[in-house]
């Protein structure tokens, strides 16, 4: 199945610990996007990634949230230091498209449920 | 004002209905829209693309686009109760980034 992959479903952190959440996106797509996701409310744009570049991420918060796409491997969401507001689902989508060619939409991955206890 | 506004319901109707869901967006800029469904739990689906103005028909859904407005629709017809789901609408600028509204949630009673 080519379809974007996220792992891990669940993921539980003590406060101060690091959360690693990785997302490969769908075959033939080259960019991804993040999204984080509170109990009841929408989707919040977080990253916007292609290739060994950031394209847009002006809804990353400046401190403890990194995101990379690397040449080779998935893509990887880092939260250092996580705290209980951290929790959320958190979903990776992928796109097939470059910034000067028409959207098709995303396809998303199944999530990550972030806990932090 | 946000980027992207839907009425956040809930929305009940019953099996056989007729649904409709609304959007408006704030930037007359945009050029894309999309409805995407997600069910309690899982992960949003895209169901319906639409980028001029009308209305766009896929089975027994039908979005609709009015750009002068910056309003976008969802309409599905002979609701079933497997349609009960949130419904969330997103725009985008640029290609790439989507912005999306809070979702409406939807239950359609046997």
């Known amino acids: 199945n080519a379809g974007v992959m996220q792992n891990p479903r669940h993921l539980v952190r003590r406060r101060g610990q690091e959360a690693r959440l990785r997302c490969s996106p769908m075959k033939g797509h080259s960019h991804v996007y993040w999204y984080r996701q509170l109990p009841e409310e929408g989707l919040k744009f977080m990253v916007y990634l292609q290739k060994e570049n950031i394209i847009d991420e002006s809804g990353m918060p400046k401190e403890r949230f990194s995101a990379e796409f690397p040449k080779e491997g998935p893509s990887i969401l880092r939260i250092q230091q996580v705290v209980r507001g951290d929790s959320a689902a958190y979903f990776c989508?992928?796109?097939?498209?470059?910034?000067?060619?028409?959207?098709?939409?995303?396809?998303f991955g199944s999530g990550t449920r972030l806990t932090v206890v | 004002q946000k980027e992207v506004e839907q009425n956040s319901g809930p929305l009940s109707v019953p099996e056989g209905a007729i649904a409709s869901l609304n959007c408006t967006y704030s930037?007359?800029?945009?050029?894309?829209f999309f409805w995407y469904r997600q069910y309690s739990g899982k992960s949003p689906e895209l169901i319906m693309s639409?980028?001029?103005?009308g209305d766009k028909e896929d089975g027994r859904f039908t979005a609709q686009l009015n750009k002068a407005s910056q309003y976008v629709s969802l309409l599905i017809r002979d609701s079933q109760p497997s349609d009960s789901a949130t419904y969330l609408c997103?725009?985008?600028?640029?290609?790439?980034?989507?912005?999306f509204g809070d979702g409406t949630t939807l239950t359609v009673k046997p």
């Open positions: 639409i980028y001029s103005n």
């Open positions: 930037d007359r800029g945009s050029q894309s």
């Open positions: 989508a992928s796109s097939p498209l470059g910034p000067r060619e028409r959207d098709y939409g995303y396809t």
């Open positions: 997103a725009v985008n600028i640029n290609a790439g980034k989507s912005t």
